[in-house]
């Protein structure tokens, strides 16, 4: 079976943020290497109605366009429905935050093996309801040296 990954916006926008930093410049690789692995069918990359409405939100046009560009490389896409929403309001419920919950509750419904996300509050909360998520939360960067070591 394939690799399954869902990207956040956070993970999809790394690339166009300022690269001085170290850990920025790593995590804009580690996005831009799981992207490249997903275009050579590698992997599938899940979209999702909730990542259109978060980019829609982009107050920079050329960078929305950019970051676009990047999500529309999805092999699967996932709608919002009220499954999804109630799912995503249980979320909130557990202290994640509205597009997170969304996030996940989609990933979760496109069965992902992994949501990528560069955000460490999400990944910090992702870590202490572990037992209750039904998906698996990382860092590409990590994730990336993970999977690369198998």
Sequence with gaps: ???????????????FD???QDRVHLESEAVLSILSHCQKKNWDLIGSEVIDIEISKIPEEERKHKVHILSDMHTA?????????????????LGFKP????????????TVNVLLTTDDSLLRKALQNSDILKIYLKNPVNWLLEVLEK
């Design 1 to 15: 079976m394939t690799m399954r990954i869902y990207l956040d916006v956070c993970c999809l926008n790394r690339p």
């Design 18 to 20: 300022d690269q001085t």
């Design 77 to 93: 896409y996932i709608n919002i429905n009220e499954n999804i929403e109630n799912r995503a309001v249980e979320l909130k419920n």
């Design 99 to 110: 597009y997170d919950a969304l996030h996940i509750a989609c990933a979760e419904k496109g």
